[in-house]
């Protein structure tokens, strides 16, 4: 009787992380976050004035977790440079609590 129980806690656990996967690639992170949109990325990922030299402009666009997962593997974002693609990187290991796109990134982290 204790293995009926166990195996139907396996069936009802497995479905469950399914679907807190398929989330998690879903979710997006904007670069940058919408209360700084307009700036530019510095190569480390810092949000800089527009114009400053060495730093690249963002699209102001969001990248889904599943993109992000990618680019951090070794694969680069949709639609941007060599340049864009290290320094908005960079700008999304830098997030923090409480910034959009923070929990996102967080998730992509965690174990499997």
């Known amino acids: 009787m204790g ?3 166990a195996a139907s806690a396996i069936v009802s656990i497995r479905p ?3 679907n807190t996967a398929a989330s998690v690639l879903n979710c997006t992170i ?8 307009g700036k530019y990325i510095a190569p ?9 030299a060495g730093a690249v402009p963002t699209q102001g666009r969001s990248y889904s977790g ?3 997962r990618r ?8 639609g941007t440079s060599y340049e864009q693609n290290q320094a908005y990187l960079n700008y999304i ?3 923090q ?10 998730s992509l982290q965690m174990p499997r």
């Open 3 to 5: 293995g009926a129980v």
């Open 16 to 18: 469950a992380l399914a």
């Open 30 to 37: 904007p670069v940058p976050d919408q209360a700084r949109a």
């Open 44 to 52: 480390n990922g810092q949000v800089v004035p527009a114009g400053t």
């Open 66 to 68: 599943e993109e992000v």
């Open 71 to 78: 680019a951090l593997r070794g694969g680069r974002l949709p």
């Open 93 to 95: 290991r830098r997030l």
């Open 97 to 106: 609590s409480g910034t959009s796109g923070f929990t996102c990134y967080a």
